[in-house]
């Protein structure tokens, strides 16, 4: 009986050194192959690629050891390792799901970007999760990622990160916004076209455009009165790219009635949308009460868009 024992515990040990010995193998496989990969060596240009693909193969088993090479210095080990998780696909996201615990910001934060490259609405929930990280890094990938899967589960959250206290978590937010097509979000946009950092207010005047137009322009009308100056160009610069009937009715009538910057920024979106001065603005805008500065802004507008119709003749 004892022997019995002793055989089935020396199986046992002999089968455990195995599987170890085995993952060893494994890894030192993956580990060399990453090299040639994530190589700028010229002697390995021509494998690069299908190294890349012979990883990719391999499936979801490499996924824990490429994760464990995130937190990596090298830019490009770390977008290999993002194009090899894309190139995995939906069976690389269980693991990376789990490795959003990770106690390595870092490699949270590039976890949750190549989770939005992979774009697995399955991981909406977990992203939400960390979207409240600690480490602003992660809370802009997580938001930016919720954005490239464009689930709406997620507008809670995404919403959210519009009031962050970083501009870069704000930026990635409002872009989000745009992919997503959150109509909830015009008010805030509108709030951000004021924002102190530059990325956040240009991201959320393009993500307005990407809104129901009618809409945005009726929000935008009152804006255009807003003491910050921001607001106020950027209102008038949106309603000119969109261009429509309301929204050039809402820039002429502010035109009208008003002064100072305000009437230059309403003159230089009607200018671009009526580039052909069909409504006959450009006559009525050049013969308005200007400074020389603002004169000079005014006719240089109107030539751009003069040139740009040339060019298309």
């Given at each position: ?9 020396l ?21 060399s ?91 909406v ?102 003491t ?8 008038c ?35 671009n ?30 030539s ?10």
């Amino acid at each position: 009986m004892r022997n019995k024992f002793l055989l089935l515990t020396l199986l046992i040990i002999i089968s455990i050194v195995g599987n170890i010995s085995a993952q060893s193998s494994f890894k030192k496989q993956v580990d060399s192959l990453f090299v040639i990969a994530s190589s700028g060596e010229l002697k390995y240009r021509d494998l690069i690629k299908p190294t890349i693909e012979e990883l990719a193969e391999l499936g979801k088993d490499i996924v824990p050891i490429l994760v464990d090479k995130l937190d990596t210095k090298s830019a490009r080990e770390r977008l290999t390792i993002i194009n090899i998780f894309k190139k995995i696909g939906s069976d690389a996201v269980p693991y990376l799901i789990t490795s959003l615990k990770n106690p390595n910001g870092l490699i949270v934060q590039r976890v949750c970007w190549a989770i939005g490259d992979i774009k697995d609405s399955s991981a909406v929930d977990a992203l939400i999760g960390v979207t409240s990280h600690t480490r602003w890094q992660v809370r802009d990938q997580a938001v930016g990622a919720l954005g490239d899967i464009a689930d709406n589960k997620a507008d809670d959250a995404v919403l959210c990160a519009l009031h962050d206290s970083i501009g870069q978590v704000r930026k990635a937010a409002v872009v989000s916004v745009g992919k997503m097509r959150i109509i909830e979000s015009v008010s805030q946009l509108i709030h951000l076209l004021g924002d102190d950092f530059y990325g956040a207010r240009m991201s959320a005047a393009e993500a307005l455009l990407k809104l129901d137009s009618n809409y945005v322009a009726e929000s935008l009308a009152d804006s255009l009165k807003s003491t910050n100056t921001f607001v106020r160009s950027l209102g008038c610069f949106i309603l000119g790219e969109i261009a429509t009937d309301y929204a050039v009715d809402i820039l002429h009538r502010t035109f009208l009635n008003s002064t100072g910057d305000l009437k230059l920024h309403t003159s230089l979106a009607l200018i671009n949308a009526d580039p052909n001065d069909l409504c006959g603005y450009q006559n009525l805008i050049v013969n308005a009460d200007f400074d020389k500065f603002s004169m000079l802004k005014i006719k240089s507008a109107i030539s751009a868009v003069q040139d740009a119709d040339n060019s298309l003749k």
